[in-house]
């Protein structure tokens, strides 16, 4: 993906700021619900000039939040609007590291540069490997950073971007040294000695007396002119002219060390294509096209060494050179399906096609590139590993360590391997990165829950999730600015950023990571997984499977269950709602093992179905444990497959959770039927006119049907005549214009367990509900049927309870709601539904029983690796409990008590006080918006006096929180006794907090 860097200036923090809450902080804590507006309207702009101009503009016309970094003129330059000081506004600070990596790349696929074959990569005279390392010296990493981007990225020595990099240069754990750096090496591994990143030229450097100069990747530390080029007549430049001859261009130099009247052969004449983006994306990629071309003619002494050009038709082409076509037709040189791993590659780093309008007319030769990459370093595997070669290097050492980047047994194996990957990469000059960046965000004041996710920014889905606001400009509506036209809304060939945003709003995958911590992965459609081998488990993981005639060892499989209450959105189509309908539009093994085949991991073996020991497993999904829409059970219960791997990487889950799961009877060929059981089968394949052609637009085709918490439909859902999958583009097509915009609608509301997301703010809080742990009076990892009992006994009578029940702090809660609600008009229509009890125990339990009874087998609201805790509080930056959530107009929350010490030691007849804080939900950024008077109570064992300093308050934004104490006096003998605080409001959550009294 090729992001936006703009040309900054270094600036001071004014003394007052509008600061967005920092990332983990109260309003920008996420929760995996929502989502809590109605709409979201993409609007398009032509570049992020005017959509910054729509955004200071305000008004129903406005944006509410832009995906494109602040441009430094709004960042206090004299003259402008400055976006830290208006109060319309808030910014992020201090500015946001990003994944991605901006820099220059080779095409190795039998290239001529100047009459020099670059073959692969197979150079043996190294006069290939010469004309790169030349071109690297040519631009002085800082002084482009410095001179363009006014010191706001960071300089990239490796293929990595700051985030991956190990301390102090990032936080990641790849080493990229160079000799002034603390750790000035890295270690021997294998067959790579030691290096930093001056050991690339090592030879060159000491032929040239220039070794003790070397200060980064092919940098000697030369003056840099207004652009960021070396200047003529410095060390770096003469060390370019020096390769350059090496390589056979030139027989000699001037004394200013240009080549001018000493070029031979071709290098006389020829002419290499250096492809640039002048799109708004590609911005300031355009700058460094330019200011390498101008310095390579200049070196030459030729006006046309270098030419500038792009692709003039970006349907012609989704990758470089035919790379990335269709599924229908690999590459040259690509064996079997494997070049499906390549669109997965694409989705994943976005690698732009280019869109120009001065058109190359053979083939490119460089290109200056933009790469977006995530916390794990497996790029130097996903992107020239030369099984799928982005630029179509080969080399088989490279592709060895490369290979142990993504397949090894520790992150740690991965990142060392990284490292010697990246050894030989930078040694043979194979790509040049320059910089990786940082920036600023902004979005209107008002907005809260807004996430700042690592990497990324607040542009993300994690916002379009969470984000509420009660008062938006346009009620329940989030308007999102895109800096540049969409291309295809095709989620097999989507390549821009602006597709990928959209789609990542329509589609979900098996898993997700955490928005803070990304090396967190959690089950998302999945309510439980387990990483398994044959070892581990023989009668589930086979040891191999035999696919197509040829076995093929199995490494470890992921054991999976998905929820079945996953309705894909053309389940709105199901009027009348039969129970046949409503069965064939859920997600179901069917559909992800459609999704994965047609994705392609490089290392899927095949989705597998549970049916006896490991002979008896089947290379497909067996057909009797399926009904005919390809789920085990009926709607709304769980089923189990197996995901078979043909080799280990610490990355599986990750890369399983960059794959969207499709709906496998809206892609499969046109004309078969029934679920997808064997690979290869009509059932198991993306019908070929849905990938290229007249067929291909999923807008005009009415196929932009996912699960996700988002809609694409032509207006109100639920409403006759309104088209799902198509109609929500002012085109009417997948690519979007400037002026026009793509309106998603919410999937649903409330508790709908057909027509709606299954992750509703309402869902979230019926299932903490149901999920109670009586024992600990706290939130489970999941519903069981110890609830139900709970629920059927807790409020019965007893002789011996405290509060005359079986469970008194049981019993509050399950005769009570999920949530309050309030109603906040100015937000949007107020739909919001609370579930839960409503004071029916213990003479009529069914009300609660049945709501328990449907959370009981969908496992964990989030499920984590087996053996580690699904509670939301360990994942970290989640809202705390209890929340507030919205729906639209709809808010709903409750309070909570926080009471300290909840352990006291009294002697008879004296007292002990503890304070007492009665809260609302939600922090101080997300404070639940109604009015709340709340009623204090205790019930105690005999023998204990309890008095509370304020039995009733009244809790509002504007006083969310409220003080008093519990004074406890004994008079009984010596033991243990008990006090349970009881805080309740009529239709809200009652919470109880018990205090252990002992008496001595």
């Not at 052609?693 to 006759?720: H, M």
Request: a negative charge; aromatic letters at 10%.
């Amino acid at each position: 993906m090729l992001f936006i860097v703009f040309s900054m200036v270094c600036l001071a923090v004014p003394a007052r700021a509008n600061l967005a809450p920092g990332p983990g902080t109260s309003g920008t804590d996420w929760v995996p619900a929502g989502p809590m507006i109605d709409k979201l309207n993409f609007q398009v702009y032509s570049n992020s000039a005017t959509e910054f101009t729509s955004l200071l503009a305000g008004g129903s016309d406005g944006v509410d939040i832009v995906d494109a970094h602040v441009p430094p003129t709004y960042l206090g330059v004299q003259g402008y609007a400055d976006f830290r000081t208006d109060p319309r506004f808030s910014v992020t600070l201090p500015e946001e590291n990003l994944y991605d990596i901006f820099g220059i790349d080779f095409n190795m696929n039998n290239t001529s540069f100047w009459g020099v074959p670059f073959n692969g990569g197979f150079d043996p005279t190294s006069r290939a490997e010469n004309i790169r390392q030349g071109i690297a010296h040519l631009i002085n990493r800082d002084g482009f950073i410095i001179q363009n981007l006014g010191g706001k990225g960071y300089r990239a020595d490796c293929f990595a971007p700051y985030l991956q990099l190990a301390p102090p240069k990032g936080i990641g754990q790849l080493l990229c040294p160079r000799p002034q750096d603390i750790t000035p090496l890295v270690p021997q591994n294998g067959g790579i000695s030691s290096w930093n990143v001056c050991s690339w030229e090592q030879t060159f450097l000491a032929k040239y007396n220039e070794s003790a100069s070397c200060n980064g990747a092919y940098s000697l530390g030369s003056n840099y002119d207004a652009s960021g080029a070396v200047l003529e007549d410095t060390t770096d430049f003469c060390a370019a002219a020096a390769h350059f001859i090496l390589a056979g261009l030139a027989n000699d130099r001037n004394s200013d060390c240009t080549l001018t009247n000493h070029l031979v052969g071709t290098a006389q004449t020829d002419s290499v294509s250096l492809w640039v983006q002048p799109t708004e994306s590609g911005k300031m990629l355009k700058v460094l096209g330019d200011t390498l071309a101008h310095v390579i003619n200049k070196l030459m002494g030729r006006h046309d060494a270098i030419i500038e050009c792009g692709l003039s038709n970006m349907d012609a082409i989704t990758g470089v050179e035919g790379h990335f076509l269709s599924p229908t037709s690999p590459p040259n040189g690509v064996q079997g399906g494997d070049y499906r791993s390549l669109l997965q590659a694409l989705n994943q780093y976005n690698l732009a096609a280019y869109n120009s309008a001065t058109a190359c007319n053979h083939p490119w030769q460089m290109a200056a590139l933009g790469w977006n990459f995530n916390q794990n370093p497996d790029q130097f595997y996903t992107i020239y590993n030369s099984q799928f070669s982005f630029n179509a290097y080969q080399n088989a050492t490279y592709d060895r360590w490369s290979s142990m980047t993504e397949y090894n047994s520790t992150i740690q194996g991965s990142v060392l391997s990284a490292e010697s990957a990246e050894y030989i990469l930078g040694s043979e000059a194979i790509n040049i990165p320059i910089w990786s960046s940082y920036s600023n965000f902004v979005y209107l004041n008002g907005w809260t829950n807004v996430v700042n996710q690592q990497g990324v920014g607040t542009a993300n889905s994690w916002t379009a999730l969470n984000a509420w606001s009660s008062n938006p400009t346009i009620p329940g509506v989030l308007r999102w600015g895109l800096d540049e036209s969409t291309a295809r809304l095709n989620v097999f060939t989507s390549i821009s950023n602006p597709d990928t945003t959209v789609l990542g709003e329509v589609y979900e995958s098996l898993f997700a990571s955490n928005p803070y911590s990304p090396e967190q992965v959690i089950g998302w459609m999945a309510n439980y997984f387990r990483d398994e081998t044959h070892g581990t488990q023989p009668t589930e993981c086979p040891a191999s499977l035999n696919e197509t005639g040829t076995f093929i060892s199995v490494a470890h499989c992921i054991k999976v269950t998905i929820r079945g209450d996953i309705p894909f959105h053309d389940i709105l189509n199901c009027v009348p709602a039969t129970s046949d309908c409503l069965a064939s539009h859920i997600v179901t093994a069917s559909d992800v093992k459609f999704s994965l085949l047609n994705f392609h991991l490089t290392n899927l073996i095949d989705v597998i179905g549970l049916n006896g020991t490991a002979a008896g497993l089947a290379p497909q999904l067996p057909a009797a444990a399926f009904s005919n829409y390809g789920g085990t059970n009926g709607a709304g219960l769980s089923e189990t497959f197996l995901v078979a791997l043909s080799s280990q990487s610490p990355y599986d889950l990750g890369n399983l959770a960059l794959v969207p799961i499709v709906p496998q009877h809206v892609w499969h060929s046109i004309g078969a039927t029934g679920p997808c059981l064997a690979e290869g089968t009509p059932q198991c394949i993306v019908d070929p006119s849905y990938i290229a052609g007249s067929s291909s637009d999923p807008i005009s085709g009415n196929r932009l049907i996912g699960s996700g918490p988002f809609v694409c439909a032509s207006g109100d859902l639920g409403v006759t005549g309104t088209v799902i999958g198509g109609g929500c583009t002012s085109s009417g097509s997948s690519s979007v214009g400037p002026g026009g915009n793509i309106v998603l609608r919410r999937f649903g509301k409330g508790l709908d367990p057909n027509y709606a997301y299954f992750r509703t703010s309402a869902k979230l809080l019926q299932f903490q509900w149901a999920a109670y742990a009586p024992s600990t009076n706290s939130l489970g990892s999941a519903a069981t049927l110890s609830d139900i009992l709970s629920a059927i006994n807790a409020c019965k009578p007893s002789d011996t309870g405290i509060g005359g029940v079986v469970s008194y702090q049981a019993c509050k809660h399950w005769n009570t709601r999920t949530a309050g609600l309030t109603c906040v008009t100015s937000a949007g229509p107020c739909v919001g539904t609370a579930a839960g009890g409503n004071g029916g125990l213990p003479t009529n339990p069914n009300p609660v029983t049945l709501q328990i009874q449907q959370w009981i087998g969908r496992g964990a609201w989030v499920s984590l690796p087996t053996g580690q805790s699904a509670l939301l509080s360990v994942l970290g930056e989640t809202q705390p409990i209890p929340q507030t959530l919205y729906e639209d107009g709809s808010a709903e929350g409750s309070f909570g008590i926080a009471l300290a010490p909840t352990t006291v030691s009294v002697t008879n007849s004296t007292s002990a006080t503890i304070p007492v804080s009665i809260f609302l939900s939600g922090g101080t950024d997300n404070t639940f918006p109604g009015t709340v008077p709340v009623a204090l109570t205790t019930v105690q064992s005999p023998g204990l006096t309890v008095a509370l300093g304020a039995s009733s308050m009244t809790l509002n934004p504007s006083n969310p929180v409220f003080n008093t104490s519990l004074t406890i006096t004994a008079a009984v003998k010596s033991g243990t006794y008990m006090v349970i605080v009881g805080a309740s409001s009529p239709s809200f959550p009652s919470v109880t907090f018990k205090v252990t009294v002992t008496v001595t």
